[in-house]
């Protein structure tokens, strides 16, 4: 299916992180954080080639100890205000060939179900999305605050059970683990997302992104109850 398109991944590594210091590389189940992405990406039998674009040496070590290839980021696209795509598309400008599709995978999301990345790349390829994101449903109740008044976005007169929601009851939200998009998506609109959208879902435990010890130790215990 994918034999003429040319499918990377980038995984984006800075090393500056405040939340937690070198947060890329903490320990997460005995192997770095990023280690965890970078199996990720090497478990699919479509990704062509995996680039981590980082900043750090030592994210670079551990990469290159990975057998993957490492892009050096610049100062200038590596502080706290520079955007991912900023980092994706000089990454792309790195390469002597130019991909079709680029898969990103963010290493602060480090638990995704088994054999989800060859399902997502399926479905985009299946579908001819532009692009395509991972997300997870949730049950909860939201509320919007107009100045000093709590505004409902449900009807709390018919609250539902969580064994009650119906399809149409459930919201999803956008997890950070997994973007697909076409390099055509990426370099028009500078975006990771754009055009035609798909989506995969992911189970709500893996909805939690890693921002700080707490995030951490709480992805622990998932994993860990996972592998139980």
Request: include cysteine.
């Amino acid at each position: 299916m994918n034999d003429l398109k040319k499918i990377i991944c980038i995984i984006p590594a800075r090393g500056g992180s405040k939340g937690i210091p070198k947060k890329n590389i903490i320990n997460f189940l005995g192997k770095p954080l990023i280690s965890h992405s970078i199996n990720y990406a090497q478990a699919s039998s479509l990704i062509h080639k995996i680039y981590v674009s980082t900043d750090c040496n030592e994210i670079a070590k551990i990469a290159s100890k990975s057998k993957v290839n490492v892009i050096k980021r610049p100062d200038s696209i590596s502080d706290d205000f520079a955007s991912t795509e900023s980092a994706l598309i000089h990454a792309i400008e790195s390469l002597n060939y130019t991909p079709d599709i680029i898969v990103l995978i963010q290493p602060t999301s480090p638990l995704r179900p088994k054999d989800s990345l060859n399902e997502a790349l399926t479905s985009y390829l299946s579908n001819n999305y532009d692009s395509l994101l991972s997300i997870s449903p949730t049950h909860r109740f939201f509320w919007e605050i107009d100045d000093d008044i709590a505004i409902p976005k449900y009807n709390f007169n018919r609250r539902p059970r969580r064994q009650d929601f119906k399809k149409g009851d459930i919201k999803y939200v956008e997890n950070g683990s997994l973007y697909i998009t076409s390099y055509d998506n990426l370099i028009k609109n500078k975006n990771r997302l754009g055009g035609k959208i798909g989506y995969v879902i992911f189970d709500e435990m893996y909805s939690h992104e890693i921002d700080s010890i707490n995030d951490l130790r709480y992805l622990e215990s998932v994993a860990r109850n996972l592998n139980d």
